[in-house]
């Protein structure tokens, strides 16, 4: 296997995949980019972003390390509960404490409609969280108090147990206030961004990072060439599909890592896979699985 060194990036776990195979060509890539015109609108801005309306993603959190530096110390994460959120484990890992901004699309902004900021008082990375491999790249959050449930803050549907959700080949939505570029000067984004993003087989993700990063627990999502996708302060941030069987929206994923020579380069990125932690999540005070 190629040697592969790895360098974790506060905010998004980045993977510098030296000597990485490149990303091979993806079969549903003209597809999707079809899929992505929607109303007339070229994703021509790097990373793909558009900005979401209010109220349509009452589940998206920020999470703000109490040193952060823009998108150093910065990451997303969702409402599961009216008490708890899902993050990333790498996130909490480097920072110090950390708050929760709920109820706005600009957590940045104090005096932006709905904000409402909220501390964790219980934080629980996964115990068998791996910070080399970023494997068990998952941390519940206990909030200090519960948050008022309205328009503007709603948890998200976690998968039903043992759901037989194949994502292989489908759009997932992604929101985040990441970086829209690879700009080192570049800073998060004001606005909650949108972008839809072709979820892959793990194989364009074992071709890229090497066979030990992945596994059945990750969820492997292609960037279009570098044109869509998450970027340093999207980690720990939301990905959604609509699962038509059921008739609901789901967050089947969580940002974990990306290539560390960038987010715009076209290497694949790599999230925790939820379905794998559900039972964890209820086990450890989240909400009650559902079947
Ligand atoms: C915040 O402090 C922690 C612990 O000292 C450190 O690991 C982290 O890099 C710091 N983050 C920033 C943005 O300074
Ligand atoms: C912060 O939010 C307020 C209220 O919506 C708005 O008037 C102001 O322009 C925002 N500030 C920034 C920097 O976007």
Redesign the pocket.
Known sequence: MEKTVKLLLCALGILLAVEASLFPADPIFDETIRNLNLNGNKFEKVLGGMPAEENEFPYQVAIISTNFTDYDGFCGGSLISSRHVITAAHCIASFVASSVIVGTN?PL?H???GYLEVFDTIRTPHPKYDSGLLDYDIALLTLARDVPLGENIQPVLLPRLNTNLNLDGRTGLLTGWGKINDDPNGYLS?DLLKVNVPIVNNQNCVNAYGPIYLNERKVCVATQGGTVGPCLGDSGGPLVVFDSEFGETVQVGLVSFGAAQGCTVGFPTVFTRLTSYIQWIADNGGPAVRI
């Open positions: 600009q902004n005096s932006s409609p004001d």
